[in-house]
């Protein structure tokens, strides 16, 4: 492959993880969200189930022990330094259960591992938050801080929703790096400019 067709392949990624990491230099200690737009596709490869919000904890748990076994078997090229990544999907239409995926970066699909599934999230528009914490502090509860904070509190007092025609509700990148006492989490959620704002 030339040197030029390389780089046009692997350019959008590259620029969506570099503002990922741009996100990670602000404090990580408040609920500050930040309002931005994505320009490229994020190509995920990892393991999935479908699940509701009664049976989300049940089958997290099941789903992580599926992700770490086909991770023994076969490794990921990951692109980013984040451990993992973790994809919950907008439910259809009048539909309570909704597809939840764990899984690592990628630059392609070329030579998927067998036993792992692939995702495609298409840019957008995505509210935003960091938070950083303790790492013995269990992640779920930053994440249901992080929920209900943002869902409760931030979106309706905002001109912003949560965008119905997005394939995606919300993406959390980990981090957790070895030798760390911090764990950061970087949460987006897939929104839309209200059709009363002011602004439109």
Do not use: C, Q
């Amino acid at each position: 492959m030339e040197i030029g067709s390389l780089i046009a392949a692997i350019l959008p990624s590259a620029l969506f993880l570099f503002l990922i990491l741009y996100y990670t230099i602000w404090n990580g200690n408040s609920y500050v969200p930040k309002v931005i737009n994505t320009n490229a596709p994020l190509k995920i490869v990892g393991v999935s189930v479908k699940t509701n919000d009664a049976s989300f904890i049940e089958d997290d748990t099941s789903l992580w022990k599926e992700f770490r076994r086909v991770k023994e078997l076969n490794s990921i090229p990951k692109e980013d330094s984040f451990n993992f990544v973790l994809v919950k999907m907008m439910p259809a239409k009048n539909e309570a259960n909704w597809d939840y995926f764990i899984g690592d970066i990628v630059t392609n699909f070329d030579n998927v591992p067998s036993g792992f599934k692939t995702a495609e999230l298409i840019p957008g528009k995505y509210v935003t938050i960091r938070r950083s914490f303790k790492k013995e502090i269990p992640w779920v509860n930053e994440t249901l801080k992080i929920e209900h904070f943002l869902y409760e509190k931030w979106l309706p007092h905002s001109n912003y929703e949560l965008d119905p025609n997005s394939p995606i509700k919300s993406i959390e990148y980990h981090n957790k790096r070895k030798g760390s006492a911090i764990r950061t989490i970087i949460f987006y959620a897939a929104i839309k400019e209200k059709l009363n704002n002011p602004k439109n």
